[in-house]
């Protein structure tokens, strides 16, 4: 596997570079809340070492069809096992800079179905713990679906008595998991000016596409340096919820051709699962109506249910309500007004991918991944816990079989996966349930009391 150890680290000053450019553009758009500037610290021994995780490769995964199958592995670091380590990692940095800048203590808040929260709470943790910050001027807070509890890691910020009174998990037991999202949304209007008067903190919420644009676009400059050119035509897969990553990867493919960078037009394959096809939906038939998705028919002789309509959709399935993944709970995502056009001009598809596809597919998947010496999936597919590795890899496999995509180089963007073997689940006691803005409300105020 050809690789880039510390991406961040070795990107820094375009990263800083095109951060800076961001906020000077006419893209930029103030916010009404709190946003610290896009600005780093000073790349430093301690800065490299935070950043440290941050290793990004790219491995051969053979011909498949009339394609040829690339591994992006976003995924190489141990403490979170998902794509989320770049973003986090440079929010943390923005919000260290703004800490060192002003003085004023900040604390993070984000609703998160797992992936996101463990990772913006791992950033935390190591900025606290290599010495740019104290615990008590960098804090985070965040809410999950009770849905996703099997997916909440445990870490030092939840072992640790002190650290867990700083940096809060709560649990809200929602049917809708998106109605975590909504309950943030409310919140940060209501009490953020309230939180900085009477505490003295600034609360951020990080969940905003341009705060993870920014360390997306790490993906095209490692593509840019360890993607072999091929003349072939390049596509871009992953297992999408709302897809900022790949519009970080636009972002970066943008700022190198202004440096003069020729790459190969970006096309975009968006994988999903029955339980939310919303990007899917909307890329072809500009809707989000869950009534397009086709009719499925039970097969008498095994009861598998099935479809032979539509390509983009599963042709088999356990169940058509099933929800394959957690993390994946979008709904009416804004990404769409980019991405759709995007892929209608460039090229690409979208596909959905049930769970008796995945598992109909997983050893050929695991014997694909057994060369990249990187990434393994275990022998029990039951131990798995994060299935956005294995989605993309059918909805790549499916999409060729069925001529959605053909005679190209296909960059398999590894945003996630780990096993109930990779992590300590979070203990019960070590979160707090709420059932509502309010009670979010009083974790997040005796999180800002406590760090006084």
């Not at 009404?32 to 070492?49: C, G, I, Q, Y």
């Not at 539509?310 to 993944?325: I, S």
Request: aromatic share 6%; proline share 5%; glycine share 8%.
């Amino acid at each position: 596997m050809n690789r880039i150890d510390n991406a961040l680290a070795h990107y820094y000053d375009v990263l800083k570079r095109s951060m800076n450019g961001y906020r000077q553009s006419e893209d930029f758009v103030p916010s009404e809340l709190f946003l610290p500037d896009f600005d780093l610290p000073v790349l430093d021994a301690t800065m490299e070492k935070f950043l440290q995780p941050s290793g990004i490769g790219i491995a051969d995964l053979g011909e498949y069809g009339d394609c040829s199958l690339r591994l992006f592995n976003l995924i190489g670091n141990p403490a979170t096992r998902t794509s989320k380590t770049f973003g986090s990692m440079i929010n943390v940095a923005r919000a260290v800079n703004h800490i060192r800048t002003t003085g004023e203590r900040v604390l993070l808040i984000s609703p998160s179905s797992g992936n996101k929260g463990t990772a913006l709470r791992s950033a935390v943790e190591r900025a606290v713990s290599v010495g740019l910050v104290r615990d008590t001027e960098l804090q985070v807070a965040t809410v999950s679906p009770e849905a996703s509890r099997h997916k909440l890691w445990g870490s030092g910020l939840s072992e640790d008595a002190r650290l867990r009174e700083l940096n809060p998990m709560a649990v809200l037991d929602v049917e809708v998991p998106m109605h975590v999202k909504l309950m943030i949304a409310e919140f940060m209007p209501r009490y953020s000016e309230e939180f900085h008067s009477q505490h003295g903190v600034r609360l951020w919420h990080t969940l905003e596409l341009r705060n993870y644009m920014m360390a997306d676009m790490v993906r095209a400059l490692v593509e840019n340096d360890l993607m072999p050119r091929t003349g072939r035509r390049r596509v871009h897969a992953q297992a999408v919820s709302s897809a900022m990553g790949l519009l970080g990867l636009r972002h970066g493919r943008n700022e190198l051709a202004e440096l003069g960078v020729e790459l190969p037009a970006l096309e975009l394959m968006l994988v999903q699962h029955l339980g939310a096809p919303d990007m899917v939906l909307s890329l072809y038939h500009d809707s989000f109506d869950m009534d397009l998705v086709p009719a499925y028919r039970q097969r008498e002789s095994d009861g598998i249910y099935v479809q032979d309509q539509d390509p983009h959709f599963p042709f088999t399935t356990f169940d058509p309500a099933e929800h394959l993944d957690a993390t994946f709970y979008s709904r009416t995502p804004a990404s769409t007004a980019q991405i759709n056009p995007l892929i209608r001009e460039n090229g690409g598809a979208g596909i959905v991918v049930s769970l008796h596809e995945c598992l109909r597919r997983y050893n050929e998947i695991r014997d694909l991944l057994g060369v990249t010496g990187g990434v393994e999936l275990p022998s029990d597919p039951r131990k798995l816990r994060e299935w956005s590795l294995v989605m993309a890899l059918t909805g790549v496999l499916n999409g060729i079989d069925r001529g959605l995509v053909g005679d190209r180089d296909i960059l398999v963007n590894a945003t996630g996966s780990y096993t109930e073997d990779d992590y300590t689940p979070l203990r019960s006691e070590h979160s707090v349930p709420i059932d509502g803005i309010e009670g979010f409300y009083q974790v997040v105020r005796r999180a800002a009391e406590a760090g006084r």
